[in-house]
């Protein structure tokens, strides 16, 4: 009983502003698993489009690098982790696979936290619709390079893709979704009050 009244103390300790903003975003949270993994993860809305799309954009970056070779996507269902498969694209050159994208790799996890984020910190609903769709784009155009750009290491410098794929490119998509976050928080209502 003693723990639950720390427990207690602690959360009523917290400041106002704070506890409404760590609520929104544990029921956003709870919210968003809840509707992507019982309805939209079994019907690929929106990672269809999502993943679709980045593999369009991504062949047509590499058909501009590469204007003299044949670059096209193609869909297969890879079977080597799930017996179900996972839906992939690979973007073929000159009919050597050069990156695959799968639903796991075209951002929607990073989008849904970025738009969470702005969405639990209280402001104008014009300054969220701006900051959504500007970050979104830009969010969505660096998914776009990364790809691309893992693709190049695949042809070039094969003993980087790894590390790049699971760390440094992470590190800079989550770099780029702090930064926008952190301009955002300082162009909010919330932080100029404090100021005051």
Known sequence: MNMLANIKEVYHNIPTAV????????????AWKLLFHLFLLPIRVPDKFLSDSNAFFTAKVFQQLYPNSAIWMKDWKDYKLYKEGIDHTTIVKDGKSIVGITDGCNGLEVFVLYVGFIVCIPTTLLRQLLFIVFGLLLLYTLNVGRVVALGQLHMHYKEFFDIAHHYIFKLIVYAVVFALWVWYAKKSDIVQHDEA
């Open 19 to 30: 506890r409404q903003f760590l609520t929104k975003a544990l029921l956003l949270f709870i």
